[in-house]
């Protein structure tokens, strides 16, 4: 064997090792010198995660028991884009699976810097199940819940929403944000050598939201919001509120704004039609108002129902005249006649009797100037002129319901007392919260049963032959009253000429009421009217919530009521 | 300066890096750094046994090379200083093995004197390693550690007889192929194509590489036995048909098996693309890559690496077998982990030294095909772990724990010793 030939095999062996191990160190200095860097952020981006744990948030029930707002299974989709081999298959990937646009995915992938992005918040849990399925490296996905409102434009100005980051923006989901939000869970885990969680540090677990039943029901604030959308229609006007209230316990069954929207596209409404006008919104209240100021007199003692004045048709207050709404001769009234005919002059001569510093006390007894206290956000006081800044001419507005700014809420509550025999519960949207005992809503007294008897008897006066028969429900008692009001101008100061809110608020049955009704029509438009652009409005609430809560009928209904 | 004064020399300078490997491990390993004798007395033992092989070598081998005792050396203590700072524990088990290595080494040496008294044994040898490789497939006795059968159990002791067949494949070949060189060189025309008949070994070495990747789904152990064949049979012979044929029959063979077998198929993906299941099945890479690339120039400082997660359990899973080269380069960076392969590569050198030096054909076969086994093992193992080639799991010689590569790997450097002294010898006279 030759040794020389052999020999040259063995060198060409030795630079086959050279080449090999030379080559190994090659690629060793690629990781450890050029690749070091980004590799070192990749292993630090897997060895310790930070997860967070979402929190489920609470259901919100209708008083039947039906869901106002659930959060629904969602899969957040982000990606590592250091992670990412190829963007624009990526991207495309992405885009073919979830719907988005393939554009706007590849630009957020394509930036390097950056460790980690938002491919999608909240996606549908099937598609992005079906993304996850196809092991794309660099994209990651987390359970997250997404807000849905299975009624839509139902009770959406009540509900609000929550936002994509599952907290409350608006409504109740807004005011009630930490019972329904929880609290999110932490933890940060550290990978084991076969990807599974080795070690958790800092963990914290989740506090579940709470689940709310509300005292709002679904059917009657349906059709609430459906009376209110023919009558805004009807009379072409800005907006229509409605309230309605149980007044044996505060619990508000519905209370409707239109124009609404749908609680499922929030962004896409102005936050105009978000608001819950009957809490956030004042108006003045005009002839409703009056019953305050009746209410002051009959429980002072100072006049009986049946005491009778005589009244001109005009009456001068400082440098105002105040005229009724009717033109009429000087009449003798009952004090039960001053309200059932709404006449403006009787209550003011009623007022300066009682005097500014008496009313302002029953003013503010009956809760105007202060929040209600109902857990919707953004409560208005309203606007009530101490009595030491009233002017001469105040005693001749403040009493028929001028010159105050309420909510319609507040004059719900008014009603809700007299139909509750004198006392006013705190009106409330919560009926439980999951987990807690019912806490009562208070009670105050702020008349006595007489006179809310008494009141109540002038109110049925007021629909059977007053100004709002308009109101009358077949077989039933009802007792309410109308209201007119101008607007005060916001350009020329003043009040408007031509922007009114007619409005009508009553109870029924009037003699064992079961449900208040307030309406309001924010500038109608041919006539302004309470009696005639609001009380059809609650005649047809009232009639529905009467026969949908199976109240009794005061009478049989004859064939002659019935023939409407 | 005598090859052997040379030889005691690099030991103690071995030692001394020992000495500070352990000593900066065991202070790391402290919150408050304390200094112990303990660690001192560590790489202390560590010299006296590579003293006792010198004195082992001096006695008997006087004319031997003296790099390689020192680079196995080195190379033994690099790997006990990692397994220490990973695992303590297995770093006492492991150097019990060192030491049962270093008892082998002289055992072979002072018993066997001469290599060429291995020749007439050279069958024996071959149908030894077949056996040795063949004894995993046993029922009782072999068992399957991460996908691979490769292991057998006699006792309480785990073996891994195919370290030891390659050793014995490599006497076989030796002897096999000077006996039937000149029959296997003859060939037809300029290049020499052999003629068919003459590819029956070639096939048979073929079939039993193919046996053992199907048998014990070992990708490295095949390809590093065939490796070993196909080397030897070049130098043997010269003829690069060989070498081309039996290139295209692994890859045929391989390519056959990544459709039969779900393990091999696996391998491959996962090193053609370790982040597409980097948590799962590409695990084991990707951190290795991160490992490494983690060390930067310098490495993180011995013992201060990041290897193990806060409950203790390493972030790569056999990182004191197959990946304690990751370690090493966290720990002690592009640096480090460049002077592991030139060890290596100085290895293989001195040992293809030692085949060109020879003057009979057994020798030279013998002491190539030697280095070349660690050489190529080397090779493998860390182009595996660096993802430069299909990640295959083969221990890292001298540094990777385990017992069967330890006494074997010094059963190679003690028969390569062997070869030496006689080569210088002969030279000499």
Known sequence: MSARRVNRRVRLLVAVFTLAFGVVLVRAGWLQAVQSGPLDRLAASQQREAITIPAHRGTIYDRTGVELAIGERAITVYANPQQIMNPRAVALAVGRTLGTDPAAVLEQLSDRSKGFVYVARKADAVKAESLRRQEIVGLGFYPEERRSYPLGTVASEIVGYAGVDNRGLAGL?????????????????????????????????????????????????????????????????KAATAVVLDPKTGGILAMGVEPGFDANDFPKASRDVQRNRAVTDTYEPGSTFKVVTLSAVLETGMVTPTDTYTLPYEIRVSDRVIHDAVPRGTETMSVAEIL?????????????????????????????????????????????????????????????????AVTPLQMARVYGAIANGGVAIQPHLVERVEGKGAVGPARKRVISTRVSKQLTAMLRGVVEDGSGVEAQVPGYFVAGKTGTAAKPDPVYGGYSKTAYVGSFVGFAPARNPRVVVLVTVDEPRGTIWGGTVAAPAFRDIMRFALQYLQVPPDVPEEAGSAAE | MTARNRELLNLFVVGLLTACGFASVYLASQDIPEFSTTSLSYAGFFLALFLAAHLVVRYALPLADPYLLPIAGLLTATGLTMIYRIEPGQAFRQG???????????????????????????????????????????????????????????????????????????????????????????????????????????????????????????????????????????????RWPYIAVGLVLFAAGSYVLYHLRDHIANRIAIWLDPWQDPYDAGFQL????????????????????????????????????????????????????????????????????????????????????????????????????????????????????????????????????????????????
Not at chain 2, 112 to 132: M, N, S
Not at chain 2, 144 to 171: C, H, S
Not at chain 2, 417 to 425: G, K, P, Q
Request: aromatic residues 8%.
């Open chain 1, 340 to 404: 059932s005919q709404s006449s403006n002059v009787g209550v003011i001569t009623l007022a300066l009797g009682l005097g500014r510093e008496k009313l302002s006390e029953w003013i503010d007894r009956f809760g105007f100037g202060h929040e209600t206290g109902i857990e919707y956000p953004g409560e208005t006081p309203g606007i009530v002129v101490p009595p030491e800044q009233w002017s001469g001419s105040t005693i001749g507005n403040v009493p028929i319901g001028h010159g105050i």
């Open chain 2, 96 to 238: 019990v093995w060192v030491v049962g290595g270093v008892a082998l080494f002289a055992a072979v040496i002072l018993l066997l004197r001469d290599h060429r008294r291995l020749d007439p044994l050279k069958y024996t040898c071959g149908v030894a390693a077949i056996a040795l490789l063949a004894l995993p497939a046993l029922p009782i006795i072999g068992h399957t550690v991460n996908g691979a059968r490769l292991w057998i159990q006699v006792g309480p002791v785990n073996l891994q007889p195919g370290e030891f067949a390659k050793v014995l494949l490599v006497v076989f070949l030796a002897g096999y192929l000077r006996d039937n060189r000149e029959l296997l060189s003859m060939g037809f025309g300029r290049v020499g194509i052999p003629s068919p008949k003459h590819f029956g070994p070639l096939l048979l070495i073929w079939g039993v590489a193919m046996l053992v990747l199907f048998q014990s789904n070992d990708l490295g152990g095949g390809l590093l036995l065939f490796s070993i064949f196909l080397a030897m049979l070049y130098i043997a012979t010269g």
């Open chain 2, 286 to 429: 990707v951190q290795s890559i991160y490992a490494i690339a983690g060390g930067g120039l310098f490495g993180q400082g011995l013992g201060r690496g990041v290897l193990l997660s806060d409950s203790g359990e390493p972030y790569i899973p056999f990182l004191e077998t197959d990946f304690i080269y990751s370690a090493i380069t966290n720990e002690l960076g592009l640096a480090g982990g460049a002077a592991v392969v030139l060890l290596y590569l100085v290895f293989a050198y001195r040992g293809f030294r030692i085949a060109m030096l020879a003057d009979d054909g057994f020798s030279k076969l013998l002491a190539a095909g030697l280095t070349a086994t660690l050489a190529i093992q080397a090779f493998i193992i860390v182009g595996g772990v660096t993802g430069l080639i299909p990640l295959t799991g083969i221990t890292l010689p001298f540094v990777s724990y385990g017992g069967s590569s330890v006494i074997a790997n010094f059963l190679l450097v003690g028969l390569l010793l062997i070869v030496s002294d006689h080569v210088n010898r002969s030279a000499d006279r």
């Open chain 1, 173 to 237: 989901e807004l005011g009630l944000d930490k019972l329904l939000g929880g609290s999110d869970g932490k933890k940060t885990i550290v990978r084991d050598p076969f990807g599974h969680r080795l070690d958790t540090v800092d963990a914290e677990d989740a506090a579940d939201g709470r689940d709310l039943r509300l005292t709002i029901d679904n059917t009657l604030q349906r059709q609430v919001e459906r009376v209110l959308e023919a009558t805004r229609e009807r009379w072409n006007a």
